[in-house]
């Protein structure tokens, strides 16, 4: 074969397998829209968000911040990092 044949043979494969990869990716694309909007058709709602938990701690829940003892555990260990970085 000569350099010509064979650059003229390199130049179609190029094209075959690029024009393969584009169509392959444009199904691709058209599939996974498709079966997106077949999911969303078909899910179930979503569930409705969970209550926001309120800022000022309630007593008697379980809410460690509630917790008079852990406060009072976690203020000591504090005070005591603080004393040992002195």
């Known amino acids: 074969m000569s350099q010509a044949e064979l650059m003229n043979e390199g130049l179609s494969l190029m094209l075959y397998g690029m024009g393969?990869?584009?169509?392959?990716?444009t199904v691709l694309v058209f599939?996974?829209?498709?079966?997106s909007k077949s999911v969303l058709a078909i899910a179930p709602e979503e569930p409705?968000?969970?209550p926001k938990r309120s800022a000022v701690p309630v007593?008697?829940?379980?809410?460690p911040a509630s917790d008079p003892v852990l406060l009072a555990v976690?203020?000591?260990?504090?005070?005591?990092?603080?004393?040992?970085?002195?």
């Open 20 to 25: 393969f990869v584009f169509t392959f990716l």
């Open 31 to 35: 599939a996974t829209s498709l079966m």
């Open 48 to 50: 409705a968000p969970a």
């Open 59 to 63: 007593a008697g829940t379980n809410d």
């Open 74 to 86: 976690i203020g000591e260990a504090v005070r005591q990092h603080r004393e040992r970085r002195r």
